[in-house]
Each structure stands twice: as structure tokens, then as C-alpha cells.
């Protein structure tokens, strides 16, 4: 079996974008934990069985072509998942003064923060990437019950036209690069606030 070592370019670039625009894809789908290895075996989208092995510390990200072969016209390029987030709205309204809303946003941060999360936050709402079961993060958030806060879960998908590349790297890593790219001409045309993501606590 053929192991494939190196990335040979990024759907994301304009280069790679024109170069595979018109040739055979075959899509090898990973889900963001299966793409933080380095050497894996996985299937693509047509059946093929691929090895890859990079470099120890690098990994996957979405679009990246682990083949290409203009000649036969074909390339396969990796597609990742990405995972859900929590949203944590803390609504003003609700807490009645500033020194509520201080202390749950201080609460809050005591919470996230001691469960070592990694977090965007965007007016008053806290973005946190699912980093662990969310059955789990459910019961982390249940435990800490702070007045004023409501949250839910989305899927990666939907968060990236709110966030800047930067806040998105912070969230997934490299993973949303592609994403993004598809994406991004819609940041030109909304603001978060006229798109503001309404959550609502699960219980």
C-alpha cells in the first residue's frame, strides 16, 4: 500500500481552488479528532484505502490534497467535520444590573477556566468547541448553575460566518481554513448583531 507523506497544496488557495476545479475529487472525510493524527489509514469517497504518515506535529486540515495528478485528472483532498459548539449567551436584561451581570460573566469565566476550555467571546455570547463528550460538558455546565445564562450546542458549520479567521483558529485550529474561505464573502454583508444566534439552555 502506497503511503501517502507530504500535502501537496490546499483547496483553499486560488492556485489549488482553479487547479481541482474541474478534474475528479476523491474526498477522504474525517472528523476533527481523526484528523489531529499524523498517520492514519482511512477510506475516500470512492473506496480507496489511503495510509498517510506526516511529519510528527503535523496535521490535517480541511481541504488539504494528499494527491494530485493532472495528467490523469484527479486528486484526493481531505474534508473534515467540524465539531459543535457551545454557545453562552449571558443576557443583561435579565440579570437586572451591572453588578450581576459582572459577577455571573466572573462566574462564568471561573468555570470555563477551570475546566481548561478554550473560548471566543463576541458581545454576550461565549463561544466553547466541543473538546470533550457533550454529555459531559452538559453536566459541567448543570453544575454550575449562574444566574442569567442560557446556552445550547451548534454544529461547527454554522458559527463560522460570525467570527473572524483568528477567533475560528482559536476554535477548531487550522481545520476551518476552507471554511472559511467559502464563507467569507458573507462577513462583508452581516454584523454579528444582525445575526445574533439566539440559545436557549437545555435541560
Known sequence: MKIYTQIVGNTASPHWAEATQSIEKEYIDLDHWSAQK???????????????????????????????????GRAVVIRIALDEVMIVTLDPERMGSVERLLTSAVELGHALGNQHWPAVVRGAQVYVP????????????????????????????????????????????????????????????RTHSDHKIHAHKKD
Open 38 to 72: 499524523s498517520r492514519l489509514v482511512a477510506t475516500g469517497s470512492l473506496g480507496n484505502t489511503y495510509a498517510i504518515s506526516l511529519d510528527r506535529g503535523r496535521r490535517l486540515n480541511d481541504g488539504d490534497i494528499i494527491y494530485y495528478s493532472a495528467q490523469e
Open 130 to 189: 466541543l473538546s470533550i463528550d457533550r454529555k459531559v460538558m452538559e453536566s459541567v455546565m448543570k453544575s454550575h448553575p449562574i444566574e442569567g445564562i442560557e446556552y445550547e450546542f451548534r454544529p461547527g458549520s454554522e458559527i463560522i460566518p460570525y467570527l473572524s479567521p483568528h477567533e475560528l483558529r482559536r476554535l477548531f485550529g487550522g481545520t476551518t481554513e476552507h471554511y472559511h474561505h467559502d464563507h467569507q464573502h458573507n462577513e462583508h454583508h
